[in-house]
């Protein structure tokens, strides 16, 4: 599927931002209903986070098992009307009306969802097993380790991998036996999770299919240390003998941090991915457009070279880039998905060389109006400097909402400078700044405008979904049911009628 393909509009929301009943959005009737806002306001595009499980502080680009689904986006209510759950126990307690409860959230959810699982077992028709037991096999690439590693961790009380037992920690083809054996149960409803998430997605995109919107997922660059991915493919990463990482990913100071990003995830061993024939990348992208129409690739840079600080550094200020073999990757990925149907986001410190990778893949890169006024000599980021192979965003999940990002420009000298130069651009008429940056989004050249719900409804820097840098407080913001009204989606779809993008 071709994102650029023609003009196209849509919006960034994640499944946990929109309203439900149970601490969050998730897979059931708020992501329909959302569907239905977007095909009223002439959205062609539903771009989310990654789906995987949440990792540390609730981020999603943290996940222990980057190919699963979370748990978490499981619809109690979807398993409510399939007789797995009853009304009394949906009751939803108070513990969940705030925002940020994603603690009482999970368990709330955990336990219901074994509840279903156990009446599940006791219900099930031969067909329905049957259907179980296809998708178990049709996933088994990816879904065992999955399932395995949950099991072993819930059993070590949560300690890390590196800390389990030497032969399961090297994995000893008999102490995996056992242990799948031990804890049998458990991985099965592990699997059953997987089995839920995969029959309740596969009704939303087909639902969306029918309305003309396509999914954009998101691919994270890196996977967590603590997680089914490294532990099972070991031999990918670059590890010690007790699976310690040798070395960090990051990046180096830039617009987000002084002190550059230390994120802290392993770094590929790229020659031992290459040898194998990026097998695992192959599994992981092959999941990914099971789901999604089209995948945007995180931190595209990494794929051309990756920047890597000693296992004990501080911060990502002292460290060094290495070079990845990206085209070779690419390569294979065209060869056995049949094509690329990718968004690169290059966005941070982009080399010559990164450029020449996206346009030999022939890759929509990515252009955010938040940065494109701070440079008073220019930008490639100004909507009259694009390329039309390109998605223009307002702002990203990792930027302040537009509105919260204009106010705080008249803090200092230099903020005030760039103020001129917003002002200057997008003309003196009295839209609120957001409407106007959406205005010249939509106008460009861009094939595809992105914008982020918050910024659809004029939210200021409270809304914001995530801080670089930061591990509390991300990751929490919802909508409410109210804010996706039939005025605004009109709004929306006359904007996108204007510039053409319905």
Same mark, same amino acid.
């Not at 959005?25 to 977007?38: I, K, Q, R």
């Given at each position: ?130 259907? /179980?037991?296809? /998708?178990?096999?049709?996933?088994? &690439? ?22 389990? +037992? ?41 639902? #969306? ?68 024939? /990026? ?5 992981? /992208? ?11 690739? +995180? ?6 070279? #990756? ?67 701070? +440079? ?36 200092? +000298?230099? *903020? ?52 670089? *840098? ?8 919802? #909508? ?8 605004? &989606? ?13």
């Amino acid at each position: 599927m071709e994102l650029t393909g023609k003009r196209r509009a849509g919006i960034l929301a994640h499944l946990t931002s929109l309203p439900g009943p149970h601490g969050h959005g998730d897979l059931g009737p708020s992501a329909f209903a959302f569907a239905d806002f977007l095909h009223a306001a002439g959205q062609t595009v539903w771009q989310m986070l990654p789906v995987s499980p949440p990792g540390f502080g609730g981020s999603p680009y943290d996940s222990p098992s980057t190919i699963a689904g979370s748990a978490w986006l499981v619809s109690l209510d979807v398993l409510k009307r399939d007789g797995l759950l009853t009304a009394r126990e949906l009751a939803t307690p108070k513990a969940l009306a705030g925002r940020e409860r994603l603690l009482a959230s999970q368990a709330f959810r955990e336990e219901r969802l074994r509840r279903a699982h156990a009446r599940y077992l006791t219900r099930r028709t031969k067909a329905e097993q049957r259907r /179980f037991d296809q /998708f178990v096999q049709a996933q088994d &690439a990816w879904l065992r380790d999955h399932s395995l590693f949950a099991a072993l961790k819930l059993a070590h009380g949560g300690a890390p991998w590196t800390e389990w +037992d030497a032969a399961l920690r090297t994995r000893n083809p008999a102490a995996l036996r056992r242990a799948q054996a031990a804890h049998d149960s458990e991985v099965a409803y592990r699997h059953w999770v997987q089995f839920e998430f995969d029959a309740q997605w596969r009704n939303l995109a087909e639902y #969306c299919r029918e309305r003309g919107i396509l999914l954009l997922g998101d691919v994270p660059m890196f996977v967590a240390h603590d997680g089914a991915d490294t532990w099972a493919h070991q031999a990918l990463f670059r590890l010690d003998r007790q699976g310690r990482r040798k070395v960090l990913a990051g990046v180096p100071p830039d617009a987000f941090s002084d002190e550059g990003q230390l994120w802290g995830n392993p770094v590929y061993d790229w020659p031992a991915m290459q040898r194998d024939g /990026f097998e695992w990348w192959v599994t992981r /992208f092959s999941r990914g457009l099971q789901l999604f129409d089209a995948l945007r690739l +995180d931190h595209f840079i990494g794929f051309r070279r #990756c920047y890597e600080v000693a296992a004990d550094a501080k911060d990502a200020r002292v460290g060094q880039f290495r070079r990845v073999p990206g085209e070779a990757l690419f390569d294979r990925l065209r060869e056995r998905l049949g094509g690329l149907p990718f968004l690169a986001e290059d966005l941070g410190i982009v080399t010559d060389e990164v450029v020449r990778l996206r346009r030999h893949l022939e890759l929509p890169g990515m252009r955010v109006l938040q940065f494109a006024f701070g +440079d008073p000599a220019g930008s490639d980021y100004l909507p009259h400097r694009f390329e039309t192979q390109t998605a223009v965003y307002t702002g990203t999940h990792d930027n302040d909402t537009t509105r919260g990002w204009y106010r705080t420009l008249a803090r200092t +000298d230099e *903020g005030k400078q760039e103020k001129r130069r917003v002002d200057a651009y997008v003309g003196p008429s009295p839209e609120p700044i957001e409407q106007k940056l959406m205005r010249a989004a939509y106008a460009s050249v861009a094939a595809l405008a992105i914008v982020p719900l918050q910024d659809v409804l004029g939210l200021g820097n409270s809304a914001r979904m995530n801080v670089p *840098g930061t591990s509390k407080g991300n990751w929490q913001w919802r #909508c409410e049911r109210r804010d996706l009204s039939p005025a605004r &989606a009109a709004r929306l779809k006359s904007l996108a009628r204007t510039y053409e993008r319905v």
